[in-house]
């Protein structure tokens, strides 16, 4: 049982640690940083110093700042004050401690449990802790509560020694002890105080008057010892008491109370908090056996204990409440948690002697339910907690020079500057202030608001949170009335909200194309692409093109969507990206006459080849893509230290890292990856980059040669230091066997010859990248059965036939598919055209693309393969009347030339073949 309860300690702690610092920290969590961070004084005053002028921040200045009270004792901060001392304040180093203190309360369950019913009891409590989604959830937090549940429960089992016939002193002063350093953790210490005291007198009372009151001085002692160790906290206790209409705190009747308590020392906190009856109903019926069994048994200390801490520190808050509310969550029931463990523990060691098949139900219920609310917890966005991290990272990601940032929560301030270190000024508004609630004091927030959104070209308004005693539309409402968005972003958030919205002074119209943009004159279909700018760029910034429109005509109700690529010289990809532009602009308000611009954001890799890079542009919707004009990329301004590298090639070239684009890749198709280079000094030539695929018997199956970066860029332009990105592409061949494979990648010099890789045993030629698995398409060779048009010696080209076609016509479209053979290899890529019209004549409808849906280009066909092809044709819009159906191929690697078609031996002019005839009805 020992190596059990051990092993469940250390399982238990690994997977409170996991992830521990994949969430945001939230405004509550930046509160216990902000606190810890202060003066030992004010920890001791119980106060937070909350930035105060709308201008608190302005490149260095701090302005004003006003005491805010705190709701809780200072003990946890002063322990969070010397543990950041020592282990610094990331998200992993704030959040330990709670998850310490979450472990520790597994051997303290374990502990209580066994001396109030039996060992067996014990290691079932040890095991509902650990696998408790509610302590996982505050495990995971920087806040105090995990250590609410280990220090109340260490007071209850030092109150266990003072129940007996004659304690000893010693007993009395570790009980104090342990219970002061509660008190100063949390006030719902004192509810929990409120149960022992109860306890402890029932207790004695039940015992002979000469026990009583043979040793009175001891329990004198220990009231005047409380009572001096607690009256620091008494000014504060009673200022937070008398604090008007405290956010979140609210009169609960105590059925919903009871509710919520069950349903979340069940399955952790959840939205809403209280949980449908089924998934409840296991713990439930659970704790009502434990229950049961506590009543039947003999072990009144046990009942009287552990119904009394679940129960009465419960009905003390709810009668406290009457007076004054004080509930917000249940969190402030975590002191009392505990026994909710303790006695479903009971339930599941009296099923095991009792009914040991119930025992296996409600285990496995129970095992479950809490283990997909944990895993819900890592893996649900549902569960996280405010990202104040991700609107942070959105800010800078996209803020500019001129922009500058309003926060509209006081609060959230300290979260937000732990993850902001920008150059944009910030500020809060409202300012922190009592009177939220007056005519003028809106007014004064509306005037600062507005005084910043002129002042700055734009503003980047963390709306959400929202303030808690301030009019939470106010201010959004005046940015969307007298301001034009230009963007807008949601995060996730547990407790609240967390919204972003950028502003500008007016939309981005001109009358004139400005002169730093380059005339163009593309002519979209009712769009016109009218100029262009880019400025130069290092790599790793923002590169931010600048696009001019102008309607001619109609336009959709819809944003404009703009998908953007970059090509080297020989044509390759090295960056594309498609993004919505003026997303709260849409095309139909665009005005006639004026040209407006649209901004795209392209985040250029910090590896970024340094070169000059053509940029092309699509109108997504509107027609195919554009070159508009070229964007330079330069060298990054500074470095970070670079890892250590993958291979050192001879030469003065280290392979930094290799990644393949998938796992998988088809036989016939591209095998895809990115390099990244360094140069260690500068190279000594032009190298040229080697790519090979072998078996795991070492033979070769595939080998190409690239550049290994971005032409334009050959190993003689790089400096020291330079870090490059590479591409690979390396062509399968159409008859690959499908299995396991390995890619390697090697260079050769202006000769030709291998560049060796240092290694500490030697050199060798060639790196290994990764494994890959090849997948070959199945060969079929003969076509299938039913097909309705056979067609006889119809070839396109002299690689391929058409064998045959399906067809189908319904409503308003054709259902074609068509079934190719290749009678060898062939060596140009070509499309397949599908034409409704006359062969010399524009068609009605058509379509076209590469085969089977983009996926069997004509180089990947093997040899007697077959291919069915199928393709859908709309005919809406089409005029009645008898229309011919056209089929071929073009090549547009060379401008669109069709392949010599030809029909039994007879070649076809045009480059067609006419399947037949299809008639459009009325």
């Known amino acids: 049982m020992r190596w059990a309860l051990i092993l469940l300690i250390a399982v238990s702690f690994a997977v409170r640690l996991y992830a521990l610092d994949a969430k945001s920290l939230w405004s509550d969590e930046g509160l216990s940083l902000r606190r810890a961070e202060q003066p030992l004084f004010l920890i001791f005053k119980n106060l937070n110093l909350i930035p105060v002028d709308p201008n608190y921040y302005d490149g260095g200045e701090e302005g004003r700042i006003a005491p805010s009270p705190d709701l809780h004792p200072p003990l946890y901060f002063l322990m969070m004050r010397f543990w950041i001392w020592m282990a610094g304040e990331s998200e992993f180093a704030l959040r330990f401690p709670s998850a310490v203190a979450a472990t520790l309360a597994l051997p303290l369950l374990y502990a209580l449990a066994r001396r109030l019913l039996g060992a067996e009891t014990g290691l079932w409590a040890a095991l509902l802790g650990a696998v408790s989604p509610f ?305 003028a004091f809106r007014e004064r927030s509306l005037k600062d608001f507005a005084a910043w959104a002129q002042e700055y070209d734009r503003i980047w308004f963390l709306y959400g949170p929202p303030p808690t005693y301030f009019p939470h539309d106010l201010l959004p409402d005046w940015a969307g009335d007298n301001l034009f968005k230009v963007e807008q972003r949601s995060f996730e958030a547990w407790w609240t909200y967390v919204a972003v919205a950028a502003y500008d002074d007016g939309p981005p119209l001109f009358d004139v194309l400005p002169d730093d943009a380059r005339p163009l004159d593309l002519d979209f279909g009712g769009l016109r692409l009218v100029g262009y700018r880019a400025p130069e760029t290092a790599a790793g910034e923002n590169a931010w093109l600048a696009f001019y429109w102008r309607s001619e005509g109609d336009l959709p109700d819809e944003p404009l969507t703009l998908a953007v690529r970059l090509r080297d010289e020989a044509g390759g990809v090295w960056l594309e990206r498609t993004e919505q532009v003026l997303p709260f602009y849409p095309q139909a308000a665009w005005p006639d006459a004026a040209i407006v611009m649209t901004e795209f954001r392209l985040p250029l890799p910090g590896d970024m080849p340094p070169v000059s890079f053509a940029v092309e542009v699509t109108p997504v919707g509107w027609g195919d893509a554009a070159a508009v ?28 890292s290799g990644e393949l684009a998938g796992d998988t890749f088809r036989a016939g198709h591209p095998l895809l990856g990115a390099l990244s280079w360094r140069a260690a000094a500068a190279p000594a030539g032009d190298y040229r980059l080697r790519v090979r695929l072998v078996d795991l018997l070492g033979r070769e199956v595939a080998a190409g040669e690239m550049a290994p970066s971005a032409a334009g860029f050959p190993t003689s332009a790089w400096l020291p230091d330079d870090r490059v990105a590479g591409h690979v592409a390396l062509a399968l061949p159409a008859d690959l066997k499908g299995g396991a494979y390995r890619l390697q990648v090697g260079l050769a010099d202006a000769g030709g010859a291998a560049v060796p890789v240092r290694r500490w045993y030697g050199s060798s030629d060639w790196v290994a990248v990764g494994r890959v698995r090849v997948e070959a398409w199945p060969l079929e060779t003969k076509l299938p059965d039913g097909v309705e048009f056979l067609l006889e010696d119809v070839r396109l080209g002299d690689a391929i036939r058409l064998r045959g076609y399906d067809l189908t016509q319904e409503d308003d479209a054709l259902a074609l598919t068509l079934y190719w053979q290749a009678d060898a290899p062939p060596e140009a890529n070509c499309h397949v055209f599908v034409h409704v019209g006359a062969p010399d004549a524009p068609p009605v409808a058509q379509a076209d693309g590469v085969p089977v849906d983009w996926q069997r280009p004509t180089t990947t066909w093997r040899a007697g393969e077959v291919v069915a092809d199928a393709y859908t044709i709309s005919l809406a819009g089409v005029e009645p009347g008898r229309y011919n159906l056209l089929v071929g191929m073009y090549d547009p690697a060379a401008g669109g030339q069709r392949p010599k078609t030809s029909v039994g031996g007879e070649v076809v002019p045009g480059g067609y073949v006419l399947l037949r005839e299809v008639e459009v009805a009325k």
């Open 629 to 656: 004009g070229r964007l330079s990329v330069t060298r990054p301004g500074a470095r970070g230290q670079a890892p250590s590298p993958k291979a050192r090639f001879e030469g003065g070239i280290e392979l930094l």
């Open 135 to 439: 302590y996982l959830w505050y495990a995971q937090e920087a806040r105090m509560y995990t250590w609410v549940v280990v220090l109340g429960l260490a007071s209850v089992y030092t109150l266990l020694p003072l129940l007996k016939g004659r304690p000893r002193l010693r007993d009395y002063a570790v009980y104090t002890a342990v219970t002061l350093a509660l008190l100063y953790t949390h006030y719902s210490g004192f509810l929990l105080l409120g149960f022992e005291v109860i306890v402890y007198g029932v207790r004695r009372l039940r015992l002979r008057a000469r026990r009583l009151w043979s040793r009175p001085w001891i329990v004198l002692i220990v009231l005047v010892a409380l009572a001096a160790a607690l009256v620091p906290l008494v000014p504060y206790a009673w200022r937070t008491l008398q604090l008007r209409g405290i956010f979140a705190l609210e009169y609960r009747p105590l059925h919903l109370i009871l509710a919520e308590a069950w349903s979340s020392f069940s399955l952790g906190l959840r939205n809403p908090v209280i949980q449908p009856l089924w998934q409840t109903a296991p713990f439930l019926i659970v704790f009502a056996v434990g229950t049961a069994a506590l009543f039947l048994s003999r072990r009144r200390e046990a009942w009287m204990v552990c119904l009394g801490y679940l129960l009465l520190p419960i009905l003390l808050l709810y009668a406290l409440s009457l007076v004054k509310p004080n509930y917000m969550n249940p969190r402030h029931l975590m002191v009392v948690s505990p026994a909710w463990e303790l006695v479903m523990a009971y339930g599941l060691a009296t099923l095991r002697r009792r009914l040991w098949p119930g025992l296996l139900v409600a285990l496995a219920c129970v095992l479950a339910l809490r283990g997909w609310a944990g895993y819900e917890i890592f893996t649900s966005h549902d569960m996280w907690k405010d990202d104040i991290r991700g609107a942070v990272q959105y800010i800078e990601e996209r803020a500019r020079p001129g922009d500058a940032i309003v926060l509209h929560h006081h609060v959230i301030r300290l979260t937000f500057d732990y993850y902001y270190d920008g150059p944009y000024p910030e500020a809060v508004i409202p300012i922190y202030y009592h009177a939220y609630d007056t005519k």
